[in-house]
Each structure stands twice: as structure tokens, then as C-alpha cells.
């Protein structure tokens, strides 16, 4: 009885600050993967580059996974199969450098720049532009399932 009662209480606070989703694509590769199920803290504001998060664009019924590479302000270019942030390369250890080129394009406030982990196989900023913070969900902090994805974002 105790036992069920603990885990009835871990279920209930992890489901308070957090929503799970199941992905769906392949252009986070290597880092989620097609039907992972993620952990989404969606009671924050605060993004950092490198945060992977989920966002859905007002025109559109699907909801995205991507990481944010570009802050409001920044100068985001993508050359010889880098990402340079106002001109200096951005160290990715999640992913191969390799990347067509794109912009510069500068992030306006209120915006960031997100790219898919698998650069070839990804529709993201390099498509649709800057996303406005706004259609953010939330930040991705852990996959949960299958449980050989286990992990911390």
C-alpha cells in the first residue's frame, strides 16, 4: 500500500510540472528518436541556446521538436558545415557538422533560431524562419520511454 501511495505521489507532482509527448520524425536524430516520449517542463520562460524544445507555429496543426541555436539579437549563419553566432562557430557536440549553408539571419527579439539535430533530414528555421518564444510549449528535460532512451536533455 505504501509503495502505491509513493508512486501515486511521484506520478502526481512529475505530471504538475510536466507533460509528456510522444515525437514523431526523425530530424532530432541522434538525440530523440522517432516515438520517444519526452518530459516537457512547460511552466518556464527561460530558454537557453542548446535547449531542445517543442513548439507549434500558429499556422499549423503539428507540433515541433527542435533545438534553439539562435537567441533574439544574435546573427545566425550556417557555412562550410558550421553554425557560426555572430561570426564565431558553435560547438555541437550533439550532432556532424554537417550543414548546407544558409543566411546570415539576424533573430528579431522576441524570436529564436531552431534547428533539427539531423541538419539533412530537418524542416526548421532554415525553412520557416525565426519562431516567436510564444509558440514555445516547453523545454524537453528527459526522454522516459522506450526505457534504453532513458535520459536527460
Known amino acids: 500500500m505504501l509503495s502505491f501511495l509513493m508512486f501515486t505521489l511521484a506520478y502526481v507532482l512529475l505530471f504538475y ?3 509528456g509527448y510522444f515525437l514523431v520524425g526523425n530530424s532530432m536524430e541522434p538525440t530523440l528518436h522517432e516515438e520517444d516520449f519526452v518530459l516537457v517542463q512547460t511552466e518556464t520562460e527561460a530558454f537557453e541556446r542548446r535547449d531542445v524544445v517543442l513548439f507549434q507555429p500558429e499556422d499549423s496543426e503539428w507540433i515541433f521538436s527542435k533545438r534553439i541555436i539562435g537567441l533574439p539579437g544574435e546573427i545566425v549563419e550556417g557555412r562550410n558545415h558550421r553554425v557560426y553566432i555572430n561570426e564565431k562557430p558553435l560547438a555541437e557536440p550533439y550532432t556532424q557538422p554537417s550543414i548546407n549553408d544558409f543566411g546570415p539571419v539576424k533573430v528579431p527579439k522576441d524570436h529564436v533560431f531552431v534547428l533539427g539535430d539531423n541538419r539533412l533530414e530537418s524542416a526548421d528555421s532554415r525553412e ?8 514555445i510549449i516547453g523545454r524537453a528535460d528527459v526522454i522516459v520511454y522506450p526505457l534504453n532512451h532513458l535520459k536527460w536533455l
Open 17 to 19: 510540472f510536466y507533460d
Open 128 to 135: 520557416f524562419g525565426p519562431i516567436p518564444i510564444r509558440s
